[in-house]
């Protein structure tokens, strides 16, 4: 199973890109709602080209008719999106696919897939959304990373750069953010945090004279 870089920046529209993937963004979903076909089509073709000039990943939130036809590598589709997805055809696309998980059902279905990634949320509460399910805790993380085996595991959900190492540490291979980032004050700055915490909560030595943010 191939690993994923362990932070996963999630954007709501492209024109986040060309300030988030110069500061090292290398995994980015793009989550767009509410947009006409053309709308996201356009989305999806500056996030495809934007991201290939970065050496970057990037993973579709549901519309994997669109990825497919447009060229893309990944999507990410939640438990309601496989009602309704042609995983057969995105497979057949050469595409990877992550899903959204909650509780052990939908991990069980999800697992049924081989998934390249199962996110599990959320981890904590979430100002994103509103959500049915309570907030899993780290205890969750793990347990959900002893089923999973060698499938990364993403967290996901009310995370910050204080709680990443946490997260990391109970068992996700990589962490996922939304808000943490969009909503700060100074995104870029945030997401050279991210990356810095990710980089060293892998148990590895951090440098002795770390740079400053």
Known sequence: MSSLPRFYQIVDD???????????????????KDKSESELRAQIITARDLCAAHDAILVVNDYWQLAIELGCSFVHLGQEDLDTADVA????????LGISTHDEAELARALAFEPDYVALGPVYPTILKQMPWAPQGLARVAQWKALVGDIPL??????????????????????????DVLLHADPESRTRQWLEVTKWSSGM?????????
């Open 89 to 96: 055809a995105i497979r057949g696309a050469g595409m990877r």
């Open 154 to 179: 993403v967290g996901i959900g009310g995370l910050s750069v204080e709680r990443a190492p946490g997260v990391l540490a109970a068992g996700a291979d990589c962490v996922a953010v939304v808000t």
């Open 205 to 213: 030595t951090p440098p002795s004279h770390p740079s400053a943010d």
């Open 14 to 32: 492209a024109a986040w890109l060309p300030r988030l993937l110069p500061v090292g963004v290398k995994l980015v979903q793009l989550r767009v």
